[in-house]
C-alpha cells in the first residue's frame, strides 16, 4: 500500500525527526513524538485477542478490559482477553507488555503495528493505557466485525506532566454520567488532571457528613439571570430554583472511575471568598451573621466572604478532612481567588486580627488565612492549589499557583521557586465566544476560536532553564454560567478542549496549526455522541480598500479541502452560486453570505458579514481627547467598514472614558450628504450613550461650519441596545468630518454603582 507522508516539522522531545500522515489512517490527536508510517496493516477480527504477560498485574490487565470495552462500543468488535502463552505468542493478536527498561517515564510508549500483531510496551499500566487510545485512534469510526489498524512505529512521551481540564459545576450543576463521559473525552485525548470545581458562591455541590445543612441549603439557589450578566437593566431573573449536588458515593463513584483511565480529580473548595453558598447554610461563619445570606443568584462575586475566625478554619478543617479522605490526589485546590476584602474592612474581628498578627493589610490577611490552610492540608500528606491571588500578600511556603490572570503570577510564582499550572484567560477559558458572536450561543463574552487555542505557548520565555521546571503544564476552564446544560458544555469545551491537550503533549517546535486542523476534521467522527461546535469549518473573511475605492474581500477557511460559494446579495448561497477562486471587489455596501461544499455535499461552514462602504472607509482620523486605554490600538476601528452586529461582540468597538472630540480626514473636499454612527447602551456595566453628539464639516479642518447637534434619547431601562446617530447634511461639501460627544458623566442614584464614572462606545463612521 503507498502511503503519503507529509513533513511536520516536529523537533520531539526525543530528539527525533517525524513525518506525519494526513490521510485519513494516521490521524492521531495528540500526535506522537516519534512516528513512522509503514506499508500493510493489522486486521482484527473476532478471534484477535489482547495478550497480557503471566506476570502483569491487576492495572495492565484493567488496562486491557478498558480497550477492549471501548473498542465494542465504537467498533462493534468484541475481544478477548487473555494471558500470554506459547500459542498465543505467535498468533496475530495485541500484545500489552510492561517493559521497565524503556526510558520514557511512566507517561510513555512505544506501539509497533505490523501485518502479524501489534506491540505495545510502557513502563507503566498508564503508558500502555495511552497506547491504547493511540490504538484506538489507528481504528476506523464505522462499526464492523473485521476491523484494520494501519501499519506503523511510534515511540511517544508528553512534554508536560499536568494536562488538565475544569469543569464548574457550581453556577450549573452536571449529573455525574456527563461527568464521566467528559472524564473520558480527556483520556481518549491523553489528559490526565479533571479539575473538579465543586463550591461556589452560586451553589455547594458535594456532601459533608459533618455539615449537612450545606447540601440542604446551600447546593439550592431560588433562581438565575436571564440572559447575559449586562444584558438587561435592572437585571432578569427566570425564577427557576436550581440545584443539585453529589453524594459522598457519587464522588467515590467518579473517583474509581477516573482511576481506571488514569486521569487524576482534584477537588476545588472555594476559601476565602466565593463562599456565599456556605455562608447561607451556616451564617456563623460570615463577618456579619445577621445579614440573611442567601446562595447568590447572580454571577460574578459576591462580597461575603469567609470570616478568618476560628469557628471558620475548624469548619473548613473538618470540610478538607472529608474531601481528602475521598479524593486521592495528591493536591487540594483552595481557590483563593477574587475575595473582596469589603466585609474584613468593615470587620471589627478582622482589623483586630490584622493588627494582633501584626499584618500590613488585607492582602496579608489573605495571606494568613491562605497559610493556615495549607498547613493544614500538609499535615495531611497533601499540598494545595490556588488561583494566583495566593501570590498577594506573599505566598504559602508549598503551594503551586494556578496562573489565570494572565502569566505573570505563573512568572513570579516561578521565579519565586513554586510550581506553576498555566491557564491564562485569554487562551484557556473556554467559556468565549469560537465564531461569530452574532449566532452564537450566549457566553460570557470575548473571542477565542480555536486557531488561537492552538497558538498559546504554556512556557513563559521570560523564565531560565532552571525556573521553566517549575512549569508543571497547561489547563482549560470551563466556566458554566452560561452553560445550563451537558450539551451546552460539550460545544464550548470541544474542540478547544482538544487542541489544549495536543499543545500540552507535543513539543512547541512540533505545533503546526494547519496539520492539527486537518487531522482534526478527520478525528471529529469518533465524536459522534458530542455536541462540539464545528467552527473548524467556518469562512473567515479579510478586506482592504483599492485606488478606485472599492472593497477587495479575501475568504479564507480552515478545511482545506472544502470549496467555498458565496453571494454578494445577502441572499442564501448554493452549489449554484459564485465559487471563490480568488479576492472579489466590492463597489458598494454589500452583506457577502458563504458556505463550504465538499464531495457535491455542504460541509457546515458558513460566513455572513456586512462590509459597510462609504467615504470614510479607510480614511484616517485623529484624537483631540486620548482614549487612554487600548481599544483602538491602530486608529482603525471607527472607519474599517465593519459595523458590530451585536452587543455580545465587543471587538468593533472604540470606548471613550470621557468626552469624545473625533476629526475623520476624507483627503479631498467632496460631497457630504450623511453621516451616522452608532453607540452602545449596556447600562448595568456603566456603558451610557452620550448625553448629545455634535458632528460638524469643515473644508480646510479649522472653520467648522456645517454642526448638527442632538440629543441621544434612550429608556434607562430594557435591554442592551445598538442606538443610531445620523447627521443628514443633504447637499454640504467637505474634507473634514468632526463628531463630539458628551460623556454621560455618573451613574443616577438608581444604579447599583450610582455616582462611578459612565463611559461610552462607538463603532464606525459612516460617511455618504
Known amino acids: 500500500m503507498h502511503i503519503h507522508l507529509k513533513l511536520l516539522f516536529l523537533a520531539s522531545l526525543l530528539s527525533y525527526s517525524t513525518f506525519a500522515q494526513t490521510d485519513n489512517q494516521y490521524n492521531l490527536i495528540p500526535f506522537p513524538a516519534r512516528f513512522s508510517g509503514q506499508n500493510g496493516q493489522f486486521n482484527l477480527t473476532a478471534t484477535t485477542k489482547i495478550i497480557t504477560s503471566p506476570a502483569a498485574d491487576a492495572s495492565v490487565k484493567a488496562v486491557a478490559l478498558t480497550f477492549a470495552s471501548q473498542v465494542k462500543t465504537a467498533n462493534g468488535l468484541t475481544l478477548g482477553i487473555a494471558p500470554t502463552s506459547p500459542a498465543l505468542a505467535k498468533g ?21 503495528v505490523t501485518q502479524g500483531r501489534v506491540q505495545a510496551e510502557a513502563s507503566t499500566a498508564k503508558g500502555l493505557f495511552y497506547a491504547a487510545q493511540t490504538m484506538r485512534q489507528l481504528l476506523p469510526t464505522t462499526q464492523s466485525t473485521t476491523l484494520s489498524m494501519p501499519a506503523c512505529a511510534i515511540t511517544d512521551k508528553p512534554r508536560f506532566g499536568y494536562r488538565g481540564l475544569m469543569l464548574d459545576v457550581c453556577r450549573h450543576f452536571m449529573p455525574v454520567p456527563f461527568v464521566k463521559k467528559f472524564i473520558d473525552l480527556m483520556a481518549m485525548h491523553k489528559q490526565n488532571t479533571f479539575h473538579w470545581h465543586l463550591t461556589d458562591d452560586q451553589g455547594w455541590r458535594i456532601e459533608i457528613k459533618k455539615y ?18 449586562y444584558q438587561n437593566y435592572p437585571q432578569q431573573f427566570d425564577g427557576t430554583p436550581h440545584g443539585g449536588f453529589y453524594t459522598q458515593d457519587q464522588i467515590r463513584d467518579v473517583v474509581r472511575y477516573a482511576q481506571s483511565r488514569f486521569v487524576t480529580i482534584i477537588p476545588e473548595i472555594e476559601m476565602p471568598g466565593h463562599g456565599q453558598a456556605a455562608l447561607a447554610a451556616y451564617p456563623e461563619l460570615g463577618c456579619d451573621p445577621a445579614k440573611g445570606y442567601k446562595v447568590f443568584t447572580k454571577w460574578g462575586v459576591s462580597d461575603d466572604v469567609y470570616c478568618p475566625s476560628d469557628k471558620t478554619f475548624s469548619f473548613l478543617q473538618d470540610v478538607l478532612t472529608e474531601v481528602m479522605a475521598l479524593f486521592p490526589s495528591k493536591y487540594i485546590h483552595i481557590g483563593g481567588d477574587e475575595c473582596p476584602k469589603t466585609a474584613w474592612k468593615n470587620s471589627t474581628f478582622c482589623q483586630d486580627l490584622i493588627k494582633k498578627n501584626k499584618l500590613k493589610d488585607e492582602n496579608e490577611l489573605q495571606s494568613y488565612f491562605i497559610r493556615r490552610i495549607e498547613k493544614f492540608v500538609n499535615s495531611k500528606g497533601k499540598s494545595i492549589i490556588g488561583w494566583d491571588e495566593i501570590l498577594e500578600g506573599g505566598l504559602a511556603p508549598n503551594a503551586t499557583v494556578m496562573s489565570w490572570r494572565g502569566t505573570e503570577g505563573g512568572i513570579e510564582a516561578a521565579k519565586q521557586k513554586h510550581n506553576v499550572i498555566m491557564t491564562p484567560g485569554a487562551t484557556c477559558y473556554l467559556d468565549k465566544y469560537q465564531g461569530n458572536p452574532a449566532t452564537e450561543p450566549l457566553a460570557i463574552g470575548g473571542y477565542l476560536p480555536l486557531d488561537q487555542v492552538y497558538a498559546y505557548e504554556p512556557m513563559p520565555s521570560e523564565l531560565s532553564a532552571a525556573e521553566q521546571k ?87 477557511k480552515l478545511d482545506i479541502d472544502s470549496q467555498i460559494f458565496y453571494t454578494t446579495n445577502g441572499k442564501e448561497p448554493n452549489e449554484r452560486s459564485t465559487e471563490y477562486i480568488g479576492p472579489f471587489t466590492l463597489a458598494k455596501t454589500a452583506t457577502v453570505r458563504a458556505m463550504t461544499r465538499a464531495g457535491g455535499k455542504p460541509t457546515g461552514g458558513q460566513l455572513t458579514q456586512t462590509f459597510t462602504l462609504h467615504k470614510g472607509k479607510n480614511k484616517p482620523y485623529t484624537y483631540a481627547i486620548a482614549l487612554g486605554n487600548k481599544s483602538d490600538e491602530n486608529t482603525k476601528k471607527l472607519t474599517d467598514g465593519v459595523r458590530s452586529e451585536t452587543p455580545r461582540d465587543r471587538r468593533q468597538w472604540a470606548n471613550f472614558f470621557g468626552d469624545m472630540d473625533v476629526t475623520l480626514d476624507l483627503g479631498d473636499v467632496t460631497s457630504v450628504t450623511k453621516v451616522s454612527l452608532n453607540f452602545l447602551k449596556v447600562i448595568l456595566e456603566k456603558n451610557f ?43 454640504a461639501r467637505a474634507r473634514y468630518v468632526r463628531i463630539r460627544a458628551k460623556n454621560a458623566g455618573v451613574c443616577p442614584p438608581e444604579h447599583p454603582e450610582a455616582g462611578q464614572k459612565t463611559w461610552f462606545a462607538t463603532d464606525e463612521i459612516v460617511v455618504e
Open 92 to 112: 496475530a493478536h495485541i500484545f500489552l507488555t510492561l517493559n521497565k527498561t524503556l526510558n520514557l517515564g511512566d507517561e510513555g510508549y512505544k506501539l509497533t
Open 212 to 229: 449537612p445543612k450545606l447540601t440542604q441549603v446551600g447546593s439550592k439557589r431560588a433562581e438565575s439571570i436571564i440572559g447575559q450578566y
Open 470 to 556: 517549575h512549569i508543571l503544564g497547561v489547563q482549560g476552564n470551563i466556566w458554566t454560567e452560561y452553560m445550563k446544560t451537558p450539551e451546552d458544555v460539550e460545544y464550548m469545551a470541544f474542540p478547544r478542549a482538544i487542541a489544549l491537550a495536543e499543545i500540552g503533549w507535543m513539543q512547541a517546535s512540533s505545533h503546526n496549526f494547519e496539520d492539527f486542523a486537518q487531522r482534526l476534521k478527520n478525528h471529529l467522527p469518533r465524536l459522534s455522541n458530542v455536541n462540539y461546535a464545528k467552527r473548524l469549518l467556518d469562512i473567515s473573511a479579510s478586506t482592504q480598500p483599492n485606488d478606485q475605492g472599492q472593497l477587495q474581500v479575501k475568504l479564507s
Open 689 to 731: 450613550p452620550p448625553t448629545s453628539v455634535e458632528i460638524a464639516l469643515s473644508k480646510d479642518g479649522t472653520d467648522f461650519k456645517d454642526a448638527i447637534a442632538q440629543p441621544v434619547k434612550y429608556e434607562l431601562n430594557g435591554p442592551w441596545d445598538i442606538l443610531p446617530v445620523v447627521a443628514d447634511f443633504k447637499t
